[in-house]
């Protein structure tokens, strides 16, 4: 039933991408179609995750290696729009170029989830920050995703990652759920800690 619900949505979508790519040919210098192709993309990656949820969809066909630095750059270059829209100081600290080994387009899920929702939480915050540390450890890479937002309260902390649990008022709470579930099945993890400065994702790859 979640699969024939969601396609309902999906199908529309795609004619609306359609148009708007037509609209872009036609018209190149028309105002605000890279904000509205972006939102329709962040809406396809919200269908995936209900899709995903009811076990009806693999969205990666085959594990392959790939560098993780130009993913989150991948990520951050597909999130510009919004991430210009609230002004978010991005701040990134390689410490190292590292490749790892897995489903390219579900990390590329779990990073778009994490990062979109820190820009999210950052509207209403002055001189919004959102720091990328990316490190790698003799059994393990390690991705540090913080923001200066509101400190998350203690009791959701422990409940964040569940299904259906959300700070935002407009949140469907799979973001986080299906991102712990697909680092997981990589054989990771996804953590959260939150102080009154700093609310930071950490997610951990072991090396195979």
Same mark, same amino acid.
């Given at each position: 039933?979640? /699969?024939?619900?969601?396609?309902?949505?999906?199908?529309?979508?795609? /004619?609306?991408?359609?148009?708007?790519?037509?609209?872009?040919?036609?018209?190149?210098?028309?105002? +605000?179609?890279?904000?509205?192709?972006?939102?329709?993309?962040?809406?396809?990656?919200?269908?995936?995750?209900?899709? %995903?949820?009811?076990?009806?969809?693999?969205?990666?066909?085959?594990?392959?290696?790939?560098?993780?630095?130009?993913?989150?750059?991948?990520?951050?270059?597909?999130? +510009?729009?919004?991430?210009?829209?609230?002004?978010?100081?991005?701040?990134?600290? +390689?410490? !190292?170029?590292?490749?790892? !080994?897995?489903?390219?387009?579900?990390?590329?899920?779990?990073?778009?989830?994490?990062?979109?929702?820190?820009?999210?939480?950052?509207? /209403?915050?002055?001189?919004?920050?959102?720091?990328?540390?990316?490190?790698?450890?003799?059994?393990?890479?390690?991705?540090?995703? /913080?923001?200066?937002?509101?400190?998350?309260?203690?009791? %959701?902390?422990?409940?964040?990652?569940?299904?259906?649990?959300?700070?935002?008022?407009?949140?469907?709470?799979?973001?986080? +759920?299906?991102?712990?579930?697909?680092?997981?099945?990589?054989?990771?993890?996804?953590?959260?800690?939150?102080?009154?400065?700093?609310?930071?994702?950490?997610?951990?790859?072991?090396?195979?």
């Amino acid at each position: 039933m979640t /699969s024939s619900f969601v396609h309902e949505f999906r199908n529309p979508l795609t /004619s609306i991408h359609g148009f708007v790519q037509l609209l872009r040919s036609e018209n190149p210098q028309l105002p +605000y179609l890279d904000i509205i192709s972006n939102e329709i993309e962040q809406l396809k990656f919200n269908i995936s995750q209900f899709l %995903m949820l009811s076990k009806k969809e693999i969205v990666s066909i085959e594990m392959t290696s790939f560098s993780l630095n130009d993913l989150i750059e991948e990520v951050l270059s597909f999130l +510009y729009p919004r991430i210009l829209e609230v002004n978010v100081d991005i701040q990134k600290h +390689y410490l !190292h170029e590292i490749s790892i !080994h897995g489903f390219k387009d579900e990390i590329r899920q779990v990073l778009i989830n994490i990062i979109f929702n820190a820009v999210d939480v950052l509207k /209403s915050v002055k001189n919004p920050i959102i720091q990328i540390e990316l490190d790698i450890t003799e059994n393990s890479v390690i991705i540090d995703i /913080s923001n200066n937002g509101p400190k998350i309260p203690e009791e %959701m902390v422990d409940t964040i990652f569940e299904p259906f649990v959300t700070t935002k008022k407009s949140g469907t709470g799979l973001g986080l +759920y299906v991102s712990k579930n697909i680092l997981e099945k990589h054989g990771g993890t996804l953590t959260c800690q939150s102080n009154d400065d700093w609310t930071t994702f950490t997610i951990i790859f072991p090396i195979l």
